[in-house]
């Protein structure tokens, strides 16, 4: 069996903590907002992205079966965008049984209201019209111990994660300053697109909705895709001047389309109705394509060698696992928690 070997241990580097909770593949909105950003920082910093199958629980936890089918798929998304894991740490957030001591002991230092009341938690719970566990409504405060467990310095994440970044940082600094300097004040890092918009022009692409393009597509899953995409529903023949600002088709060429000239072009044909919908999608096509070939056959390579993924996620998340125990020890240590059994 093929080892492989992990380049980077013990390197005095500031350090990544970022992750997905496993709610369905990934998409090329979490490309944009976050993937990327994690990519491009693995060799400047000490990189951990953790498969957050325990916040999976907290959306429904009837449904293990699924969460694990997810994590595996989110596993391979990360892997197939470029994620080396010769570079990079990836592990199961369970496996760092630590991360829920510390959870715990955060729990205790936010307040129900300030729960309740992080914008994060309390939009998600209208968007999606939710009868939330209180797993959901503290799922900011689990985070909180996903981050603070490694002492990381930055945190890749979508905008609409910044107001889970806020409390983290507020968990840290109460902490400080009850115990003395503990932990890391972490810092959130968001993509080049705050928040991409969704092949059905609503406001955000969704893991568990309908309205991706994930990063898994096929050709021809790809190519019905964008046909079918929502442009600008008040132009009615190619020769009506159409709008290009919140049009998906257009904020997808600009995110993925390198060659600016074509999409300028298109952007200024489109506006002076001199353009119809079908060319703008086809070369939308091709882009989009392009982009996402190397990501597949990524992808295949560990899809074709379950045994080779296996082992790395194994031998991670124990690497992993060493610098949390690590942390939640000196954290016991500073409460003086155990004061009265050593
Ligand atoms: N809540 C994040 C999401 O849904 C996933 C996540 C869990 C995470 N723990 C984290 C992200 C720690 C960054 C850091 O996308």
Redesign the pocket.
Known sequence: MLKFHYKYMNQNKKRI?????PSGRLHIGHYVGTLENRVKLQHEYDTFI?L?NV?AFANDYRKSEEINKNVYEVYLDNLAVGIDPEVSTIYLESGIPETLELYSYFMTMVTHARAIRNPSVKDEINYKKLDPSMGFIC?PIL?AA??LGFNADL?P?GED?LP?IEQTREIARDFNKAYGETFVIPSAKVGRVARLIGTDGKLKMSKSGQNAILLSDDEETLKKKIHACYTDPSRIHATDPGKVEENPIFEYHKAFNPNKDEVTDLENRYRLGKVGDKEVKEKLFVAMNNFLVPIREKRKFYEDRPEIAKEILIESTKRARKVVIEIVEKVREQMNINKLIK
């Open positions: 903590l970022t992750g997905d909770t953790l957050a916040h799922y985070q996903d981050i945190v994440v994660q889970v």
